[in-house]
């Protein structure tokens, strides 16, 4: 009787056993099942240009917001899609392919010696490379030069790079990947910028993240005080190009380590003696300069990776000297005190009789500057630039952006004053304004898709979207200013396109 019952009980715990198992299994390839399918879906969010996540906080989305965020992933798919085509449409407009004026030998910066000349020749162009450099092997041929070089050999006197470029591409690229091997603070300036070298002797200028990008400047900080913001400059760029001018040298994004491509390969020992580790166990430094380098205003990675911005840098100065023009729209640069063009509704009459600007294209020049100031909202322009070798006609070189796009809940007129006080602007500039304000072609979202092939658009937006509508609002003002004008004086029109039909 006794081994009956227990021969019962065995089979009853054999059963539910079996039982157990069973569903055990069976709710593991349901979750094996939902877990799969939400894998997919968030492998492909996270490689869209505009993903804000990182391996560190990434979540999968939970199974009831599956729908939901699937579509909105879609329309942002098409959306970037539709802004593509708008920029390459723009691009492929008669404005942005006009016929260049012809080239002389003396409207390029630079030329190649040929072979022989002077007592030079082939061999002059090798050498052996320097520890961690690549070695000189460029002759007269431009398939030989690294991308800095063939960039500096194609300035002219009319713009840095020609439209369509193929070699600006390919100079970004190597920007945004190539080693570095030296890296030292830059002399000058009010904030930290550091100048990095290449295996291939090209050099940039970097400048390291300080904000947020979706961050807006303190209302309570004057113009000279802002801090300078590295996604401004790459969006500088960008819209300088969008606008026709190619006067912003080349600039993209880039992820730097600050220990392997900073400290571990600088020489500028006042640079190394600034590094320090922070409570969190983050790497910071912060250099020597006039304002902001100083422990409270440290650079830190995260834990030792640091965004930036790397600028193309321009031929030497003992190659190419550029020359310094103070702007007549210099801002006073005080907290208190007024400029002179602040206060003096005709200033810009006593600026039309005044060298350079009485005569050629210096002030339709300044008036490009304005609107690409204007745009971007960059109050900080109190100085510019031009090569000397090509004397007052030739373009002014729209460097040091990095005040820019500060603010978009408001927009600063008075960037504008020299447009509203001379009345005067370029054709072509008027004509590619125009056209950019209409819907096939809206600044905003030309901008946006530029703005996407950065390298750093994978981690975030290079610019916030009310940063983009502020554009479009801004056209609009300029817009406005000129048919302002238009009514009001006759000669405010500089014709540079007289072939280009009305």
Known sequence: MRVCRHRCLLGAFAML???????????????????????????????????????????????????????????????????????EALFSHALYNLHAPPSHDD?????????????????????????????????????THPPWLRFHLGISRWQLYQHRDANVAVLLQQLAINRIVSAVQKTGGTQLKLLLTFPNYGQALFKPMKQERYEETNVNLFYFSD?????????????DRILG?????????????????????????????????????????????????????????????????????LPDLSLSPRRTWRNPWRRSYSRSKLALWETTPTYCNSVKKTPPYDQGTRLVDLIDMTILDFLQSNMDRH???TFEIFGNNTFLI???????????????????????????????????LRLLSLPEYRLSDVMRASLSHDPL??????????????????????????????????????????????
């Open 17 to 87: 056993l079996c039982a157990s198992v069973a569903l055990h299994l069976l709710v593991a390839l349901f979750l094996l099942s939902a877990h799969h399918t939400t894998c997919e879906l968030s492998q492909c969010l996270f490689t869209q240009p505009h993903d804000d996540l990182t391996s560190a906080n990434r979540s999968h989305p939970a199974p009831s917001h599956m729908a939901a965020v699937t579509g909105r992933w879609k329309q942002e798919v098409r959306a970037g899609e539709v802004n593509i085509t708008k920029l």
């Open 107 to 143: 409207d390029w910066l630079l030329k190649v010696r040929s072979k022989g000349s002077e007592g030079h020749n082939e061999e002059q162009w090798l050498s052996d490379s320097k520890e961690g450099y690549d070695p000189i092997q460029w002759n007269t041929s431009t398939e």
């Open 227 to 239: 801090f300078e913001r590295h996604n401004a400059e790459i969006a500088a760029f960008h819209l």
């Open 245 to 313: 001018f190619r006067r912003v040298p080349p600039v993209v994004g880039r992820l730097i380590d600050v220990i392997k491509e900073i400290k571990d390969v600088t020489t500028d020992h006042k640079l190394a003696r600034t590094f320090f580790t922070s409570p969190v166990g983050n790497t910071c430094f912060y250099g020597q300069c006039s304002y902001y380098c100083s422990t409270e205003h440290a650079v830190c990675g995260r834990p030792r990776t640091l965004e930036g911005s790397l600028a193309a840098m």
């Open 383 to 385: 100085h510019y630039e």
């Open 398 to 432: 729209h460097l040091d952006n990095g005040r820019a796009f500060g603010r978009y809940s408001k927009d600063e007129p008075s960037i504008l004053t020299p447009l509203v006080q001379c009345c005067r602007i370029r054709r072509s500039t008027l004509s590619r």
């Open 457 to 502: 658009a994978t981690v975030a937006p290079m610019l916030a979207e009310p940063h983009l509508s502020a554009l479009d609002r801004r056209l609009d003002t300029v817009l406005q200013a000129i048919q302002r004008c238009l009514l009001q004086y006759g000669d405010v029109i500089y014709d540079d396109i007289p072939n280009y039909p009305a």
